[in-house]
């Protein structure tokens, strides 16, 4: 299985970018997908993640700022984030947990980095 993100850059504070990740390989399909980031100096921590079933859970930092979303026919999830802040520059992965062999295994993503300037 791999995970094959994308969208990151440089962008003032205010501004938006999009991630994507895309999930490819031999499974069943995938269950729940989702952000996590990881600051210099500071843990990986859960941005926001979404079931397959659409049930949605948003990091209170990025709450009606970002919006996670997910194509199932694609096994891709995107972050659409907004409003970026100078405190959201970190390396953003993707985590998603495809169904193999009967059971959830959980693969991450290459990391994407996202600098935010003030």
């Known amino acids: 299985v791999q995970l094959q993100a994308s969208g990151g850059g440089l962008v003032q504070a205010g501004g938006s970018l999009r991630l994507s990740c895309a999930a490819s390989?031999?499974?069943?399909?995938?269950?729940?997908m989702g952000w996590y980031r990881q600051a210099p100096g500071k843990q990986r921590e859960l941005v926001a993640s979404?079931?397959?079933?659409?049930?949605?859970t948003y990091a209170d930092s990025v709450k009606d700022r970002f919006t996670i979303s997910r194509d199932n026919a694609k096994n891709t999830v995107y972050l659409q984030m907004n409003s970026l802040k100078p405190e959201d520059t970190a390396v953003y992965y993707c985590?998603?947990?495809?169904?193999?062999?009967?059971?959830?295994?959980?693969?991450w993503g290459q990391g994407t980095l996202v600098t935010v300037s003030s």
């Open positions: 979404i079931g397959r079933g659409g049930i949605i």
């Open positions: 390989g031999s499974f069943f399909n995938v269950n729940d």
């Open positions: 985590r998603a947990g495809p169904w193999i062999g009967g059971k959830i295994i959980y693969y």
